[in-house]
């Protein structure tokens, strides 16, 4: 018997160990996704043109995921042109293989797929997906990517009835292709020719916007707008008639829980507001205005309650009055911005507070101080930071760096961590990439001395706004940086002459993209590439190439390099 009991204790014990080895190699889940991306007729301004659709939608099909999962989009590509999507937001740990910019992959080529497979890894918000080859962002192709928290993990506010996605931004009616051909003779795009909202535009009055409403509420309920302006080049600003805005999220952070009438957003920037239907049952107009333009665009949706009074009960009587839209409105919009602060008792994607991180604490190891020009290069339009105009390579530049063959298409460091003199307006045509050392806390300054607003966004990480202010930056302004409370952002705006300031660790591994989100100036060179390496070439730092990737250019024949060890 005792023998018996034995081999029961041992196999009770085995039983224990696999289940163990079980729970140690379980995944968190898995998501999957299979987009078809192709053209098709659309009419955002009510002028039919050739678009990109995903699956044949505009905006696309919605990544709805929580914080952790594994996300497969396998992407045809029915294009005629190379294609690459971009995950706006999403920091890709470890991962730049993954990052769908021209610097990080070769593009998936007409008529063949790619799958892309990325973790939302500690992270949440309201974020969105793009096509970042050519110009095909001016024609579609974009969608929203949410990331919920974790249900162990509290959010600081009572669960919305539902939740919307709000694409914003101005758009051209002339098409991704003519509007390229626009820029490579060297000429400007101009003026945008409307705003849409979801792919649509209506002016007050209009029967459509009288009828089909974009959004519904029911009274007494509370529900979450995600708003993304995915334009080229236009700061909105976003009002809802009869309607506060409770700012809850912004681009990855809880924020303070501030109450706004109206709020400006950025090329390339989202947001989070809760909206309570607490007004009297009838439609309501969602106003999108342009900001800083000398002519102001705008367009209107309706918001129905769905008990309400229904078509032809909106007025626009009494509708929100829109910013100032001069020196002043930039005043405005300024203190609007002091006015965002992370919620430093929320939590974040663990089960920590998400302020518990004490960035002003730590020294600063690097400064970079970034002006962004605009010049004449060959009689053709350029634009440039501290004097480098980027420009892609055939072969991106992270494989040529991976493969050990770097020198044979780029030099590091051609951009210094300073602007160049005020007299020298040599603008120098090349790739830029930064040399980056792996976990240094970095600054950088961006300084706007030209009359139109900049935007700017950093793939891979995020980080802390922590001051925009008018004139030129010093090191005496840092007496004036929130050291506190600064949301955690991925993009950050700079107002004509004035500067901004960020900092953040450079902890991610890979090579990342930090670039103009104004399309145009993207496109003509204002950008660059932070390659981050790690020291040891260790998995614990960096994924190794995926099998699927695809090889291009001056690697497409290359031996395979050592992979990265554990």
Known sequence: MEGANNVKIVALLIICLSIGALLVKAEDPYLFFEWNVTYGTIAPLGVPQQGILINGQLPGPRINCTSNNNIVVNVYNKLDEPLLLTWNGIQQRKNSWQDGTPGTMCPIMPGTNFTYHFQVKDQIGSFFYFPTTSLHRASGGFGALDVHSRNLIPIPFDKPADEYNVFLGDWYNKGHKALKKTLDSGRTIGRPDGIHINGKSNKLGDKAAATEPLFSMKAGKTYRYKMCNIGMRTSVNVRIQGHAMKLVEMEGSHTVQNMYDSLDIHVGQCLSVLVTADQEPKDYYIVVSSRFLKQAIFSVAILRYTNGKGVGSASSDHLPTPPPNNTQGIAWSMNQFRSFRWNLTASAARPNPQGSYHYGQINITRTIKIVN???????????????????????????????????????????????????????????????????????????????????????????????????????????????VDAVSRHSIQVYPNSWAAIMTTLDNAGIWNLRSDMWERNYLGQQLYFSVLSPTRSLRDEYNLPDNHPLCGIVKSMPMPPPYKP
Not at 391 to 419: I, N, Q
């Open 373 to 483: 020009s605009r010049s004449q290069v060959n009689g053709k339009l350029r634009f440039a930071l501290n004097g480098i105009s980027h420009m892609d390579s055939d072969t991106p530049l992270k494989l040529v760096e991976y493969f050990g063959v770097a020198e044979k298409t780029f030099k590091y460091d051609v951009m210094g961590d300073e602007p160049p003199s005020s007299n020298n307006k040599v603008v120098t045509i090349a790739p830029n990439v930064k040399n980056a050392i792996f976990r240094n806390f970095v600054e950088i300054i961006f300084e706007n001395e030209e009359k139109t607003i900049q935007t700017y966004h950093l793939d891979g990480y995020s980080f802390f706004a922590v001051g925009i202010e008018p004139g030129k930056w010093n090191p005496e302004k840092r007496k004036n940086y929130n050291l």
